[in-house]
Structures are given as structure tokens and as C-alpha cells.
């Protein structure tokens, strides 16, 4: 099994089970290798709804790099999920420098200052075009490709999570991520998230990968847990996803630097 590159933990604020619950659910699934992704504390929002409070970032690391220690039958890795904004790049590269991070997962959770995935915010999805809604969330999404400050792009197609889908065709906007993500040598993340929320598929969507796998991006695979049980979840569907929309490499990382694990063929692939 591929490893599960996106877990939280109760210390986001809305996720349960500590950091050792995930690693022995991750054992009793059969991963032999996981990476905590906890949501990074935002410039100037300390919501603890949201992240953990600024000053518990250095708590975290030394949380993750502990349980590396303690249970070395599985590969712990140290990662870290953090929000794009425009305008605090240099703030974000210097946090991101400060830490042994194994990868840094890229997500863009907010369109201004609107959290348009947050069930909280509900409301103004029903007072917006969900088409201008779907162009600004990919306009940022390339922006945060195109600051290289991000080792994956988690969740690409996050915008679509209720299902307020734009009439418009997506394929513009998923070419235009593709490009971004392969001129950069940038990762994503395949999700299987997306499976336990109102649109009910995976991140990406099928012609979103398939763009994804013709332009020959990499891939990690996620859960996106916050709950233990989440961990490694619906990963057969993730593989055979990718399976059908063409195939492709799957990465894992070390201090920041890409590593094959492996690759899977496409359905259609004669070898
Ligand atoms: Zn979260
Ligand atoms: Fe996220
Ligand atoms: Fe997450
Ligand atoms: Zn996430």
C-alpha cells in the first residue's frame, strides 16, 4: 500500500484521537509508512477551530519526530498542511525553514477571507456564481503552484466539496493547474476525502486526474483523516482511479526532496 500522506490530529481543533491513535491505526490498516500533515497556524487568524495556536507548532514536531523514534516498524514522516494566501509568501517560506519537514502539503481553504469549505460558511455558497467561484479558487490554486513554496498540492479540487458545481466545463482551469504543477515539479495529492463529504467522489474529480496524469505530475495519496479511523481510507479506490484516468508515479518525501515509490500503469497500458 502507498502511505497516507494526509492525517490530522486533535490538536487542529476539529479532528479526534492523538497523534499515537493514528499511528497504531495505521499499523492495524497495514500502512508501513504515514506522514502528519497538521494544518499550519495562519498569518493573523488564530482561530482554534482552524490550526493550533501558533506557539504549539514546535510541540508538534517534536511530537511527530518522537514517534519516529518509539515505533520504528513504521515510517513516520513530518509534514505539515499549509493554507496559500497572496501576500505572505516570505512569511511562510521563513516558518517553513525553521522546521525538518519532510513535505509541506499546499491548500487553498480560502477564497479572500471566505473559508468556502468550512460547513460554518455554508450560507454564502447559496449567494454566489459558483462558476466565478470555481475560476478565483483556480486562480489561487496556480498562484500557490507557481510560489514553489509547496512540495504537494492537496486536495486540488477541494472547491467542489458541496457540490455547488458551476454549469461551465472545468477542463481550462484543470489544464492550467496541470501545466502549473508539472513546470514546477510539483506533487498532488489524490484524496480519498471527497468520498465521506456532500459531492461523495474523490480529489481529483476523473477528468481533473486524467489531465493531471497526461501531463505527467506525481502523486501522493491521502485521507485527510481526522478521525483515527480515516487512516489509509478507500486507498483501492485511489489506486484504481488512477488506473483508469492513465497511470502515473507515486513520491514519497524526505527533509523536502522527492523519492519514487512507485509507479502504476494505466488501464489502457499494454505493459
Ligand atoms: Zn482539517
Ligand atoms: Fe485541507
Ligand atoms: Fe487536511
Ligand atoms: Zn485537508
Not at 161 to 172: I, M, N, T, Y
Not at 188 to 198: D, F, H, N, T
Request: net charge negative; hydrophobic share 35%; glycine share 10%.
Amino acid at each position: 500500500m502507498f502511505p497516507d500522506y494526509h492525517i490530522h490530529t486533535r490538536r487542529c481543533g476539529h479532528a479526534t484521537g492523538t497523534a499515537v491513535e493514528y499511528v497504531e491505526a495505521a499499523k492495524a490498516a497495514g500502512l508501513t509508512e504515514i506522514g502528519f500533515s497538521e494544518h499550519l497556524p495562519m498569518p493573523g487568524r488564530d482561530d482554534r477551530s482552524l490550526t493550533m495556536p501558533a506557539d504549539e507548532l514546535p510541540v508538534y514536531v517534536d511530537e511527530v519526530l518522537n514517534l519516529r523514534e518509539e515505533y520504528p516498524e513504521i515510517f513516520i514522516k513530518l509534514g505539515i498542511e499549509a493554507d496559500y494566501f497572496p501576500g505572505y509568501e516570505e512569511r511562510l517560506a521563513e516558518t517553513l525553514s525553521a522546521y525538518p519537514f519532510d513535505y509541506v502539503l499546499g491548500s487553498v481553504h480560502f477564497i479572500g477571507d471566505w473559508g468556502f469549505d468550512d460547513s460554518r460558511n455554508l450560507e454564502k455558497w447559496r449567494r454566489q456564481d459558483s462558476g466565478a467561484v470555481f475560476d478565483a479558487y483556480y486562480e489561487l490554486v496556480a498562484k500557490a503552484v507557481g510560489t514553489g513554496l509547496f512540495d504537494v498540492l492537496a486536495h486540488p479540487d477541494l472547491v467542489k466539496k458541496f457540490g455547488f458545481l458551476p454549469s461551465e466545463d472545468q477542463s481550462a482551469n484543470y489544464r492550467t493547474i496541470a501545466r502549473a504543477l508539472a513546470q514546477h515539479g510539483t506533487a498532488v495529492e489524490i484524496s480519498s476525502a471527497g468520498l465521506r463529504k456532500p459531492i461523495g467522489e474523490i480529489y481529483p474529480s476523473a477528468p481533473f486526474l486524467r489531465e493531471l496524469a497526461a501531463a505527467g505530475v506525481r502523486f501522493t495519496f491521502g485521507s485527510d483523516a481526522h478521525r483515527p479511523r480515516e487512516v489509509g481510507s478507500a486507498f483501492p479506490d485511489l489506486l484504481q482511479s488512477l488506473r483508469e484516468c492513465g497511470g502515473g508515479v507515486l513520491v514519497g518525501f524526505s527533509r523536502r526532496r522527492p523519492e519514487e515509490l512507485g509507479r502504476v500503469s494505466g488501464s489502457g497500458d499494454d505493459d
